[in-house]
C-alpha cells in the first residue's frame, strides 16, 4: 500500500533556530501533498497545501514566512520552521494525496526550548 | 463557515458496548467523507470511507458508518467495542470530491476509552 515517510519523528531545538521536517511517498507519486498541526488533545489543523513545482497555498492565519514549504518532486516536501519559538513546538503531520485516498506520515515532534 | 463537528469529545465505554460516535458537516455540495483513527503514539490510519453509492459503508476492524445526507451526518458506529479500540477517531471532509487532490479538513475528534 501507499506509504508516507515523515523525519525526523521527534526533533529538539533552541529557540531562534530553524527546523527543517522532510515528507517522502514512498512508492507513489504526490503531486499534493498537505501539512497539518495537531496540539496535544486536539485536531489536526491544516497549515498548507504543497503543489510540486509551485507556491504552496497557506490557510488563513499561518505565517508563510515562518512556515517555508517546498515541493521540490513528486516525492519529497519539506516544511521548514524558521526561527523556532517554544509556541512552535507541536505535531506536524504530513500528507500525500493519489487517488482516492490520503496517506498520512507519521509525524514529527517538534519540542523548541 | 464550512466545517466539521465531532460533539463528542470523550467517550468512555465497556468492552463489549455499542459505540455510535457523531460527525455532522456544514458543506452544502457533494462530500467525500472519512473517519481515521490514531492509535497513541502512532500515525492516522484510514476506518472507511464515502465517495458515492451505499450510503451504509463499512470498514475495518468492524467499524462501519452511515452517510444521512439530509442531516449532514457521518456516523461511526461498532455494535461490540474492545479495548484495542481505544483510540483518537476523526471524522474528515473533502468539500471538493471532483479533485482527489483537495485538502481535507478534521473534526475535532473523539477519545475513546474502552474500560476492559
Known amino acids: 500500500g501507499a506509504v508516507v515517510s515523515q523525519h525526523p519523528s521527534r526533533v529538539i531545538c533552541k529557540s531562534g533556530t530553524s527546523v527543517k521536517i522532510e515528507c517522502r511517498s514512498l512508492?507513489?507519486?504526490?503531486?499534493?501533498m498537505f501539512w497539518y498541526r495537531q496540539f496535544p488533545k486536539q485536531s489536526l489543523m491544516l497549515m498548507a497545501t504543497?503543489?510540486?513545482?509551485?507556491?504552496?497555498?497557506?490557510e488563513q492565519g499561518v505565517e508563510k514566512d515562518k512556515f517555508l514549504i517546498n515541493h521540490a518532486s513528486l516525492t519529497l516536501s519539506t516544511l521548514t520552521v524558521t526561527s523556532a519559538h517554544p509556541e512552535d513546538s507541536s505535531f506536524y503531520i504530513c500528507?500525500?494525496?493519489?487517488?482516492?485516498?490520503?496517506?498520512f506520515g507519521s509525524g514529527t515532534r517538534l519540542t523548541v526550548v | 463557515a464550512q466545517s466539521v463537528s465531532q460533539h463528542n469529545h470523550h467517550v468512555i465505554l465497556s468492552e463489549a458496548a455499542s459505540l455510535e460516535l457523531g460527525c455532522n458537516y456544514s458543506?452544502?455540495?457533494?462530500?467525500?467523507l472519512f473517519w481515521y483513527v490514531q492509535y497513541p503514539g502512532q500515525h492516522l490510519q484510514l476506518l472507511l470511507k464515502?465517495?458515492?453509492?451505499?450510503?451504509l459503508v463499512k470498514g475495518i476492524k468492524g467499524f462501519e458508518a452511515e452517510f444521512i445526507k439530509s442531516k449532514f451526518s457521518f456516523n461511526l458506529r461498532k455494535p461490540s467495542v474492545q479495548w484495542s479500540d481505544t483510540a483518537e477517531y476523526f471524522c474528515?471532509?473533502?468539500?471538493?470530491?471532483?479533485?482527489?487532490?483537495?485538502?481535507?479538513?478534521f473534526g475535532s475528534g473523539t477519545r475513546l476509552l474502552v474500560r476492559p
Open positions: 500528507s500525500a494525496t493519489r487517488t482516492g485516498g490520503y496517506t
Open positions: 512508492d507513489f507519486q504526490a503531486t499534493t
Open positions: 504543497s503543489n510540486e513545482g509551485s507556491k504552496a497555498t497557506y
Open positions: 458543506y452544502g455540495g457533494t462530500v467525500n
Open positions: 464515502y465517495f458515492s453509492g451505499d450510503p
Open positions: 474528515a471532509v473533502n468539500a471538493n470530491p471532483m479533485d482527489s487532490s483537495y485538502k481535507l479538513i
